[in-house]
């Protein structure tokens, strides 16, 4: 990985406090915010003529038109000195009644492949939309509640920078309806985002059918005249909190009025639309009620280098959901019996683990509200609390089949199956209602920690008309997602872990998700799993920190494989063992230990701990940002690199030899991102450091001898 010439930001003129619209594109940052960000502090200003207000923290900027209405004219990245957009739009559209209202926006001019600041004073307002009335400015507030109970990476969310907020107000036929358009801006990141809240002060119900957050034309990223779909989205990342599995709100669509982009056919998407993804929501809104839609965030790029576009989204991920890096050390333990309960808790005290999931297939039942079920596992938690042992566990919602009356029904069959994962209950059927008061009951009365679901994957869009709470269609996506979002930021409140198989909900409070695997690999020779594991944790953590991802090690039988793919008896394969959790442990990565023990003999147990010890001690470095060095291909070395500018120790190079044989290598260390920028120290397996010099490209080069099936590591300060 080499520097990018972009990067060479020392020579770009400071972030001045003098905005003005005309003139903010020359204003470009002197620092780089993956290393240091402190120096960009957002604010909002007016500009000097009063026609805008400009939202900036000198990494990206948002100019907003106010006269004769709202409309954003510009996004500025300032990392590259590029303008994004091409044209106004308006700031959305509600449909209200049947009837679509843009949100502010401006019209009147022809040309949409760019636009001069002179043409904007010639734009008038959109017919039928919402007039904007105000304007003001408050610090960025937390959106939700982190109960940090645990380690994480992140030791505090206390966001800082500006909230923007603009009111609008409804044309005549909606006078006394009121639209919020809430922006943020972060200090110390490149990170915009959004979110609509309608007022109904009309006296009477108003049915909000469906509305779009973002419209916005942006400038092509890439150019094609024939009939290839060229895409304005590798320019910027845009992420909702209603982003899933299944479906998100994202679409980058063509802009049929742009006549004079290259495409013949006019078929380049560079009009970005943040949306629901099935229509909706169909949402009634009463008299002195309002509704809040799903935030959006955007953040450009300045790069197309793979490992720095991750960095990007990894920050991103850290300071928008930092419960993400928590990353305890658990096991997964496939048995509630009691006395393979009480080995688990004295074995993970013995070897400095620190919480226990209880596995799919272990015998928990959180819907089982009987007395001698809620007592059983109480008892557990309090023995396991006791000895400082968080514990919790599994259960399961989508891909399972209740019936005919409670399972998603596919609009275009009419009948259950067919969907997403086949068939999965209706969260907003009565049925759904009640699984969600269960696992609240269950964890107010047993005090569990921590909660795998599998999978919630925020329900598919359900055609039926006789669940008790939801309407049909087009409402069933959004009470479904609201019911989920309020568990998960409950949980999140009340310090509860949760492992749950969807990326999107990391956004609404979930912690960790599968890093990137197939189940079955997990039933193949042990040391073919090495291997591969090395490699999901190679490929799984480009745009992803590691502490957000899990990984897998078979202690007991899996899918299958029998003696041949499994680890028990875990003395007879001690070698196997270690060699998951070095490489697990050193990237970061935590792994469900499935099975119903740690440690089978007194050297079993040494091992263990030998290697959790290992792991806390280097515990902020192992969990930071992962620079990827060469893939695991079974046939020579391969490594990352950790890399962390804030901390002591600030980079951390694992290296692996997968071969028979001991192989010497002369291997090159980009430094970069670790902040040095001269000299560092360099030490191998804890042995004494020695310094060296960084080249003009901030890479050293370290001569290694790494064992045969083995591995090395070196510590950077």
């Known amino acids: 990985m080499r520097r990018l010439p972009l990067l060479l930001l020392a020579i770009c003129a400071a972030f001045t406090t003098n905005l003005n619209a005309k003139d903010i594109t020359t204003q470009k940052p002197s620092k780089d915010w993956l290393i240091d960000g402190r120096s960009f502090v957002s604010k909002v200003e007016q500009s000097e003529d009063g026609k805008d207000i400009i939202m900036t923290n000198g990494l990206v900027s948002r100019v907003f038109r106010i006269t004769p209405n709202l409309a954003t004219t510009n996004i500025l990245n300032h990392m590259t000195g590029e303008t994004l957009l091409r044209t106004a739009s308006p700031e959305g559209t509600l449909t209200i009644n049947g009837v679509d209202y843009p949100l502010g926006g401006l019209q009147g001019v022809e040309e949409r492949g760019y636009m001069l600041p002179e043409w904007i004073d010639q734009m008038k307002s959109l017919d039928n939309s919402f007039k904007v009335a105000g304007w003001s400015v408050t610090d960025l507030k937390p959106r939700m509640e982190w109960n940090r109970k645990r380690w994480a990476l992140v030791k505090e969310w206390n966001p800082k920078g500006k909230e923007l907020i603009f009111t609008l107000e409804g044309p005549g036929d909606l006078k006394g309806i009121k639209a919020e358009l809430h922006y943020e801006i972060y200090d110390g990141a490149p990170i915009i985002g959004k979110w609509l809240i309608i007022k109904n002060e009309t006296g009477a119900t108003v049915m909000l059918d469906k509305f779009t957050l973002e419209e916005l034309a942006f400038v092509e990223y890439e150019s094609e005249v024939d009939n290839v779909p060229a895409s304005s989205k590798n320019s910027i990342h845009v992420e909702s909190d209603w982003a899933q599995v299944s479906c998100g709100t994202t679409f980058w669509g063509t802009d049929p009025l742009y006549t004079s982009q290259v495409s013949y056919g006019?078929?380049?998407?560079?009009?970005?639309?943040?949306?629901?993804?099935?229509?909706?929501?169909?949402?009634?809104?009463k008299a002195g009620e309002s509704f809040e839609s799903f935030r959006n965030w955007m953040m450009p790029f300045d790069s197309q280098e793979r490992e720095r576009k991750g960095l990007f989204?990894?920050?991103?991920?850290?300071?928008?959901?930092?419960?993400?890096?928590?990353?305890?050390?658990?096991?997964?333990?496939?048995?509630?019996?009691?006395?393979?309960?009480?080995?688990?808790?004295?074995?993970?005290?013995?070897?400095?683990?620190?919480?226990?999931?209880?596995?799919?297939?272990?015998?928990?039942?959180?819907?089982?509200?009987?007395?001698?079920?809620?007592?059983?596992?109480?008892?557990?938690?309090?023995?396991?609390?006791?000895?400082?042992?968080?514990?919790?566990?599994?259960?399961?919602?989508?891909s399972r089949w209740i019936s005919d009356d409670v399972d998603i029904i596919n609009p275009k069959t009419g009948k259950r199956g067919e969907m997403t994962f086949g068939s999965s209950p209706c969260l907003s059927s009565e049925w759904g209602h009640d699984y969600f008061r269960k696992l609240h009951s269950f964890f107010d009365k047993t005090g569990m920690d921590v909660f795998e679901h599998d999978g919630s994957y925020s329900g598919d869009p359900c055609a039926s008309t006789s669940h008790a709470f939801h309407k049909g269609l087009e409402d069933s996506q959004w009470t479904q997602r609201k019911m989920l979002e309020d568990l998960y930021k409950w949980m999140r409140a009340t310090g509860i872990y949760m492992n749950v198989p969807d990326m999107g909900t990391m956004l609404i409070g979930s912690s960790k998700c599968g890093v990137g695997y197939r189940e079955d690999n997990w039933s193949l020779p042990r040391a073919r799993q090495i291997i591969l594991g090395r490699q999901n944790i190679f490929d799984g953590t480009w745009k992803r920190n590691p502490g957000d991802g899990w990984t897998f090690t078979p202690l007991v039988q899996y899918h299958g494989g029998g003696a041949a793919a499994t680890l028990e008896p875990l003395d007879d394969h001690l070698d196997a063992y270690k060699a998951h959790m070095i490489q697990n442990y050193g990237s970061g990565v935590q792994s469900c230990y499935r099975g119903f023990?740690?440690?089978?003999?007194?050297?079993?147990?040494?091992?263990?701990?030998?290697?959790?010890?290992?792991?806390?001690?280097?515990?902020?470095?192992?969990?930071?940002?992962?620079?990827?060095?060469?893939?695991?291909?079974?046939?020579?070395?391969?490594?990352?690199?950790?890399?962390?500018?804030?901390?002591?120790?600030?980079?951390?190079?694992?290296?692996?030899?997968p071969t028979d044989e001991d192989i010497t290598r002369t291997i090159a260390l980009p430094l970069y991102y670790t902040g040095l920028t001269k000299k560092a120290r360099i030490s191998e397996r804890g042995g004494k450091p020695r310094k060296v010099r960084l080249d003009r490209e901030y890479i050293v080069e370290v001569t290694v001898t790494i064992p045969a099936n083995g591995y090395t590591w070196l510590v950077v300060k």
């Open 266 to 285: 006019l078929r380049t998407e560079c009009f970005l639309t943040v949306k629901l993804p099935n229509n909706g929501p169909k949402q009634e809104i």
């Open 313 to 398: 989204l990894r920050h991103f991920k850290r300071i928008l959901a930092p419960w993400t890096t928590e990353n305890p050390i658990f096991m997964h333990l496939t048995s509630t019996d009691p006395e393979d309960v009480k080995t688990a808790i004295d074995q993970c005290v013995e070897t400095g683990y620190e919480m226990i999931i209880l596995s799919f297939g272990s015998g928990l039942d959180m819907e089982d509200e009987s007395p001698e079920n809620i007592a059983k596992f109480k008892e557990y938690v309090d023995l396991a609390h006791s000895k400082g042992i968080e514990i919790g566990g599994y259960s399961l919602l989508a």
């Open 597 to 657: 023990r740690l440690y089978d003999t007194e050297r079993t147990k040494e091992a263990v701990k030998e290697v959790i010890n290992w792991y806390k001690d280097h515990r902020e470095i192992l969990n930071s940002d992962i620079i990827h060095l060469r893939r695991p291909d079974g046939r020579d070395w391969d490594g990352i690199l950790h890399v962390n500018p804030g901390l002591e120790e600030k980079g951390f190079a694992m290296l692996y030899n």
